[in-house]
DNA sequence: CGGCAGTTTGATGTTACTCAATTTAAGTGG
DNA sequence: CCACTTAAATTGAGTAACATCAAACTGCCG
C-alpha cells in the first residue's frame, strides 16, 4: 500500500514524517506508508478528547474538524484536504482537541507519535518544518476568529469560497475557475455561523449577480475579481 | 531591575525562560530580567505583520492583541495578564500576527529570541513547556472560533466573564467575587463581534437579573452559579 | 463651572433566524 | 425505464436578535 502520491504542497508534512521515519530525504523510498485507513462519507474519524496516540494525516479526499457542544449546534473548524495532518498541535499532544469527520470516501494515514526524548532528537529540518506548520495553523485561527467576529454573512461566504478555491488550486490543475467542492449547506453553515437557509440565499444571490455558482459538488466561479472585493483583506 | 514577581502561574514560561537564559532552575537567581519596557493605557507595543526580533512577555497590567481590518472593523483576539506571552508562536517566528495594545499602565519584558540552531539545542523541560503553551494557546483559539460561530450574545458576554474571572482567580486572591476589569464596553464588543450599545443592555439586563455588575473597573460576580448556567459546555 | 469620554436609554432599521411549504435531485426497487 | 422514497435545496412569510442613529445622562478632570 504505496502513498507515494500522497501530496501535501503546503507543509512538507507527510515528506517530513516520511523521512524522519524512514530516514531517507526521499518520500519515494519509504516504502510502505503506515497504517492506511478508509472512512465512508459521514463517518467520524476521531473523537475529541479521545486519547490519539497516533499523528494522523489525510491522504485523499476531504473531512472537516469540528466540535460539537452539549446541546447539538456544531462549529466547524476547517476542512481537510489531501495531504493535511489533522492537527499540527497533534504532534506532541496526546488528545485529540477536536473531532473529525469524513466529507467524501477518505484515506488517512496514521503515524506512530514520536515520544518526548524523540521529538528532542529530531533533526533541524524536522523540527523547522513542525514550527511553521504549527504557525500557519494557528494563524488560520486567527484569520477565522477576525472573519466570525467582523464580518457580514456575505463576507464569510466568499471568504469561505476563496479560501478553498486558493488551497485546492495549489494542489491541482483547475480548469475554467471549476473547483470539487463537496460541502453541504449545512457545512459551509456550520463553519461560519450561519443556518443553511440563509447560506442558500446568499449563495443564490451570488448567482444572480453572475458571481459564482455552487452546484452538484462543483463551484464556478464566473467573477473572481467581484468576489474577491467582498472579502476584506485580513 | 529584578522581575522576581512577575507570576506565570499558567505556563510556567516566564521561569523557563529565564532558565534557559541564565542556565538555572531558579528565576531568583537569574539577576536581570531584560529589557523591561513600560506603556500608557491605549500605547500600542507591537504592530502586525512588523519583524519582531524579541519575544515579549506581560510583566504587571492589562494589554489585548488585536487585528484591525483596512476599514477600521477591530477583532480583539484576546486579553493579556501578568506572566503571559503575546504569543507563544512569537518563540520561533520572526514575525507579529496581530497587533498589541496597553489596556492599563504596563510592564514588558523582552528576551532574545533563539535562533534555530538554539532551539534544536533547548532543554527537554523547556521543550516541554513550549509545547504546552502551544497547545492550550491553540485550544484557546479553537474555543473562541466555538463561542463566536454558536453562541447569542448573552452567551457570549458571560463566557467571557467566566474565562477572565478564571484566570484573574489562578494568578491572585479574589474576595467577595469582585474583580479588578479594565475593559470598556468597546473592547467586549469588539472581542466578541457585538456593539458596545448591545453590550451595555446585555449588561443591565445582567444586573437586573442579580447576575453580576460591572462598574468603575469592577466586576462583582452576585450569582456565580447562574451565570455560569449561561456559558455553554464547550 | 465647562468639556470630554463613556455609558445608558429610546426609537427605528437591518440582518439573519425560524417555520413551513414547495421544488429539485438522488437513489431504489420493480 | 419508470414509480416511489428520501435527502437536500429553494422560496416565502413572519419574527427575533442585534445594529444604527440620536439624545440624554454620568463621572471625571482641568
Same mark, same amino acid.
Given at each position: 500500500m504505496l502513498?507515494?502520491?500522497?501530496?501535501?504542497?503546503?507543509?512538507g508534512f507527510c515528506g517530513t514524517l516520511l523521512e524522519a521515519k524512514a530516514g531517507t530525504a526521499d518520500p519515494r523510498r519509504a516504502a510502505h506508508w503506515p497504517q492506511l485507513q478508509i472512512a465512508r462519507p459521514g463517518e467520524q474519524i476521531t473523537a475529541r478528547n479521545a486519547p490519539a496516540p497516533q499523528i494522523l494525516i489525510l491522504c485523499a479526499g476531504w473531512a472537516y474538524r469540528?466540535?460539537?457542544?452539549?446541546?447539538g449546534r456544531r462549529q466547524i473548524l476547517g476542512f481537510l484536504l489531501p495531504g493535511d495532518p489533522f492537527s499540527v498541535v497533534s504532534v506532541f499532544d496526546p &488528545?485529540?482537541?477536536?473531532?473529525?469527520?469524513?466529507?467524501?470516501?477518505?484515506?488517512? %494515514?496514521?503515524? /506512530? !507519535?514520536?515520544?518526548?526524548?524523540?521529538?528532542?532528537?529530531?533533526?533541524d529540518r524536522f523540527r523547522l518544518t513542525m514550527e511553521n506548520a504549527s504557525r500557519d495553523? &494557528?494563524?488560520?485561527a486567527i484569520e477565522l476568529i477576525t472573519v466570525l467576529g467582523?464580518? %457580514?454573512?456575505? /463576507? !464569510?461566504?466568499?471568504?469561505?469560497?476563496?479560501?478553498?478555491?486558493?488551497?485546492?488550486k495549489a494542489r491541482s490543475v483547475i480548469r475554467d475557475q471549476s473547483y470539487p467542492f463537496?460541502?453541504?449547506?449545512?457545512?459551509?453553515?456550520?463553519?461560519?455561523?450561519l443556518t443553511p437557509v440563509h447560506v442558500s440565499r446568499v449563495l443564490s444571490?451570488?448567482?444572480d449577480r453572475g458571481l459564482c455558482v455552487l452546484s452538484n459538488g462543483i463551484l464556478n466561479v464566473l467573477?473572481?475579481?467581484?468576489?474577491d472585493r467582498l472579502v476584506p483583506a485580513i
Open positions: 502513498c507515494v502520491t500522497c501530496p501535501n504542497r503546503d507543509s469540528y466540535i460539537e457542544l452539549a446541546d &488528545h485529540m482537541q477536536f473531532s473529525v469527520k469524513a466529507l467524501t470516501e477518505v484515506q488517512v %494515514s496514521r503515524f /506512530e !507519535r514520536p515520544d518526548a526524548r524523540a521529538r528532542g532528537a529530531m533533526s495553523e &494557528h494563524a488560520g467582523t464580518c %457580514s454573512a456575505e /463576507e !464569510r461566504i466568499a471568504y469561505l469560497l476563496q479560501h478553498l478555491a486558493q488551497r485546492l463537496p460541502l453541504r449547506l449545512r457545512h459551509i453553515a456550520d463553519a461560519l455561523g444571490h451570488f448567482r467573477n473572481q475579481p467581484e468576489l
